[in-house]
């Protein structure tokens, strides 16, 4: 079975520093990894898709890496914001399904970023 | 596009109740998946549905069940409601063939006494 873990599982720092949030999977038959980001109360937005035959993908501050031989992905969010607080997940499909049959998620890393 | 939906956003029941989610998404997606989410255990799947009048259990489909009449419709249903079945539930879907991305809803909120 599937399991993902996300470390640290809560994190402080202030305002414009960069950080990184790691997650792991058991089982390295992914067929995509999507992290995701939650604000309080709210549902969930897509930050950014990895696609199992990719190494990285980048979209403004944010850059998430995939090394699936040794199931490990990362998120690393440089000059960080306020407005960055929120609980980041991490989420994987496995290949078996054609990427389909759900996502089995982590825990998630509860982010505060100090004014 | 409203993108994927979620009615009601907030239900409190008493144990025993029953009651229907409606999950509805307007971008021809042909997959569909709910989940629920707990402090503490994240978020885990239910049931979910490749296509109009298929569905297929997930990691927690106990206490639930589901139908899906219609290609932009996905109904989570409860019984006989629990205390245990205290959770915030997500609604998502996705289009087979690209990267596979899911697309998420904003959640229903519910409370069984």
């Known amino acids: 079975k599937q399991e993902v873990t996300q470390i640290p599982a809560a994190l402080s720092v202030p305002e414009g520093e960069n950080l990184v949030l790691n997650c792991s999977f058991t089982d390295s038959a992914i067929y995509n990894l999507q992290w995701f980001r939650q604000d309080p109360g709210k549902g969930l937005t897509s930050l950014l898709l990895i696609q199992s035959s990719q190494r990285e993908q980048t979209s403004g501050r944010l850059n998430a890496s995939l090394d699936k031989s040794s199931g490990r992905s990362t998120l690393y969010i440089a000059a960080s914001q306020p407005g960055d607080s929120a609980t980041y997940l991490c989420?994987?499909?496995?290949?078996?399904?054609?990427?389909?049959?759900?996502?089995?998620f982590g825990k998630g890393t509860h982010l505060i970023i100090q004014p | 596009n409203a993108g994927v939906t979620q009615t009601p956003k907030f239900r409190v029941l008493k144990t025993g109740q029953s009651m229907t989610l409606l999950c509805a998404q307007d971008?021809?997606?042909?997959?569909m998946y709910w989940y629920r989410q707990d402090p503490g255990m994240g978020l885990r799947l239910i049931h979910y549905?490749?296509?109009?009048?298929?569905?297929a259990k997930g990691e927690v489909p106990d206490g639930y069940n589901v139908s899906r009449l219609k290609k932009q419709n996905f109904l989570l249903g409860l019984e006989s409601a629990a205390p245990s079945q205290t959770s915030v539930y997500f609604c998502a879907s996705l289009k087979r063939g690209g990267y596979n991305e899911q697309f998420f809803g904003p959640g229903t909120r519910l409370t069984v006494l």
């Open positions: 989420a994987v499909s496995l290949y078996s399904g054609g990427g389909a049959d759900g996502l089995t």
């Open positions: 549905s490749v296509g109009e009048g298929t569905t």
């Open positions: 971008m021809n997606h042909e997959y």
